[in-house]
């Protein structure tokens, strides 16, 4: 998988899957666009793998939308940022479901409409790969905010698919189980908690944040040409179970 010469918008790449899945895009010949809230994430990538940066918070609609349009052109898009808020469902608010849905779908729907409306009018191909979970096929308990968010992530990818596989875009989608990020260890640090989860994985281990990128390069990669519209779970067995 070769992308000399390839530019490429990474959302959420301060931390976890999205710092392993520049760093990777780097060292295979990418000019990576690492795009994260925390300055000093992305002070410390830059200087490892010489991405450019930008800080901002995709919260903010209207502000992802500029940011984005300032990012073009680039040839690929990895839609990685995404938070979660944990609280029993009775208890669940509707700020925090707002600002979940607000990250974690609306912000890619956002900024994959700004870059394919450029590849459109440039009539240029592209590939997408939106960053989900299995939280959108399985309810998890306190997760009410983050599975709903998941689950309308995978029905915009294939809607995406769909509309855009005409015009030359793949939009695909990575579903990993739960990955030792730092969000992911601090949500599932709690051995009792993470136990049955564990058992549940064939391969009986998480995942870690390279075993997610590794699935988002390959989806990105000329090698999937024929992949799109796909949800692939990066599970270690945990949805044949």
């Known amino acids: 998988m070769d992308f000399t010469g390839k530019r490429v918008l990474v959302t959420g790449a301060g931390k976890g ?3 392993a899945t520049c ?6 010949g990418a000019q990576v666009i690492a795009w994260s809230r925390d300055p000093s994430d992305l002070a ?12 901002a918070d995709l919260g903010d609609a209207q502000a992802a939308l500029d940011h984005a349009a300032r990012t073009l052109p680039v040839d690929m898009l990895v839609n990685c940022a995404g938070i979660v808020r944990v609280a029993p469902f009775l208890e669940t608010t509707l700020q925090d479901f707002h600002d979940t849905l607000n990250t974690n779908t609306v912000a890619p729907m956002l900024i994959s409409q700004v870059v394919a409306r450029d590849w459109v009018a440039r009539n240029v191909g592209g590939a997408i790969v939106n960053v989900s979970s299995i939280a959108a096929h399985f309810g998890t308990p306190h997760h009410a905010a983050y599975c709903a968010s998941k689950a309308a992530l995978d029905a915009l990818t294939r809607v995406m698919a769909v509309e855009l596989g005409p015009l030359g875009i793949r939009t695909n989608s990575a579903n990993p189980v739960v990955t030792l990020s730092p969000m992911g260890i601090k949500t599932w640090s709690d051995s009792q908690r993470a136990g049955p989860m564990l058992q549940r994985i064939p391969l009986q281990r998480f995942a870690q944040p390279e075993d997610v990128a590794d699935a988002i390069l390959f989806l990105l ?9 796909v949800c692939l779970d990066v599970d270690g067995g945990f949805c044949a179970s």
């Open 17 to 19: 899957i999205g710092r």
């Open 23 to 28: 760093q990777q895009l780097a060292g295979r």
């Open 44 to 55: 410390s990538l830059a200087n490892g793998t010489g991405c450019e940066t930008l800080c």
């Open 221 to 229: 990669s000329d090698e999937a040409r024929m992949v799109n519209g």
